[in-house]
């Protein structure tokens, strides 16, 4: 094991030159300004998986973004074959004036890269990247089998990939998927992510007058759209923070009395965790800790509302319509396509009077769930043991990657999520970073896990 750790140690700063290569790229899949740069990181991902000698590289194109799709089978059928996944694309970087240094000019800042995407999901994706040159570099070939998929839409939920996977079924066969795109529970805690929560993310709009009108000559005649959308987001939520909509925890497996043991005595700082975001107080749903609120629950929340004068000043106006962003974090067995059917018909029996209202679906996911038995765990635990020192902790997180249900809904298969992140890491937010430690001991670990795991009979 140390030749490769030394292979990883003397190549350090060639392996974070070239991920400020990938960095400096603007693949941004939100916005359709930026398809050329979008295709320009597939292509350095295409180029460099090649590169470093695997077998099969191809950019496979779909109705969206390209997938890199990567081979390399030489270990033989009884060894296990591990899809490994990440996604090259990133979030809008707005709002620009917050960041320190330019979002696509990355930096090093005391032991961290300064980017968008740095954490999220570029410099997690190319851990694996490394970890599989460092296997082919050391002269043997790469002790199990290996697929490796990196996408470019996981940001606007990955509208193309469904189809890819039932495209490639047979050629995407495996015992079991990798994928780095998450966080650790604390700094220098490796961690197993579990459980990640879905999503079903609507938009609602409300529409009343033909005109915006003045607030004096009309106000209080006719309904305004905006107090009739805040009438209606109020009624989403009672005091307790449990979600009104009809049937919408019918579903819902809840968390079990032994997760909920198994999740006090993690090392949880809720204090600290609060203070790092500026806020003093937590605040969710009755009954539940923190831990269990941002992880283990679903959520309704505002990501956005609209309507009225919002300049500087005072405009004395009746809005013509309104608006809001609404996103629920699912968990598992609800059914996002049914949440967002429930979630309308509540809309359309909550509306006031005077106004009429559109609700639309932007896009969903499932929640996902890895069995805690699962023998990939065992191996990835122990290349944890064997890089961090430490065992690793077993935890759900509260975000989302739709796709990991379509793994095993589609290819039957577990994911291991081996997230080297932290949650600070400012993932969506201006100053993203990643900790250039976590990058290399990401990579051995990676590097030990295909190791550890070659042991394992499929
Ligand atoms: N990598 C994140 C998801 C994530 C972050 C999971 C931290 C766990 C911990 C991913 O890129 C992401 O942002 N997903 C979106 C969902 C998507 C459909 C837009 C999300 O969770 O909002
Ligand atoms: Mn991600
Ligand atoms: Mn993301």
């Given at each position: 094991m140390s030749t490769f750790f030394d292979y990883v140690d003397s190549n350090k700063d060639r392996f974070k030159d070239e991920l400020f290569e990938l960095l400096k790229i603007p693949s941004i899949s939100a916005d359709s300004k930026y398809k050329k740069d979008v295709k320009e990181a597939a292509t350095f991902l295409e180029n460099q998986l090649k590169s470093i000698g695997m077998d099969e590289v191809k950019l496979c194109e779909t109705d969206g973004n390209p997938v890199i799709f990567g081979k390399h089978l030489k270990a033989g059928a009884d060894k296990p074959t591990v899809l490994i996944y990440g996604h090259y694309d990133v979030q809008p970087p707005d709002p620009l004036d917050l960041w320190e240094t330019a979002p696509f000019e990355p930096t090093e800042r005391d032991g961290k890269v300064y980017a968008r995407g740095a954490s999220d999901d570029k410099g997690q994706a190319y851990i694996h990247v490394k970890a599989i040159e460092t296997w082919l570099k050391s002269g043997q070939d790469v002790p199990v089998n290996i697929k490796i998929i990196l996408e470019g839409e996981e940001e606007v939920g990955s509208p193309n990939l469904v189809p890819f996977l039932k495209e490639y079924k047979d050629e995407l066969a495996c015992d079991m998927v990798l994928v780095s795109d998450t966080a650790m529970f604390a700094k220098d805690t490796p961690s197993i992510t579990y459980g990640l929560r879905g999503l079903a993310y609507m938009e609602l709009e409300v529409f009343g007058p033909n005109r915006d009108l003045h607030s004096g000559v009309y106000g209080g005649a006719v309904q305004n759209p905006l107090n009739a959308l805040c009438e209606m987001v109020a009624k989403m939520k009672d005091e307790n923070s449990v979600i009104q909509i009809p049937g919408f925890y019918d579903d819902a497996i809840d968390l079990t009395e032994e997760e909920r043991e198994a999740g006090r005595k993690l090392p949880f700082n809720e204090k600290e965790w609060l203070g790092a975001i500026g806020v003093d107080e937590g605040f969710g749903?009755?009954?539940?800790s923190t831990l269990e609120r941002k992880a283990s629950r679903p959520t309704l929340d505002m990501n956005g509302m609209w309507g009225g004068y919002q300049g500087e000043g005072a405009k004395t106006v009746l809005p013509a319509k309104a608006g809001a962003k609404i996103s629920m974090r699912l968990v598992p067995n609800q059914d996002p396509h049914k949440i967002a059917k429930l979630f309308t018909e509540y809309c359309e029996s909550i509306k006031p009077a005077g106004v009429t209202i559109k609700v639309t679906d932007h896009h969903g996911g499932d929640a996902a769930m890895t069995p805690l038995d699962f023998y990939g765990l065992k191996a990835a635990a122990q290349a944890y043991n064997d890089v961090y020192g430490k065992e690793p902790l077993f935890a759900r997180e509260g975000g989302s990657i739709p796709i990991v249900a379509d793994f095993e809904r589609v290819l039957g298969v577990n994911t291991i999520l081996m997230g080297f992140g932290l949650n600070s890491d400012a993932i969506h937010s201006p100053n993203e970073h990643f900790h250039l430690k976590d990058f290399y001991r990401g990579i051995k670990t990676s590097v030990r896990f295909l190791e550890v795991l070659s042991d394992y009979k499929p």
């Open positions: 749903e009755k009954g539940y």
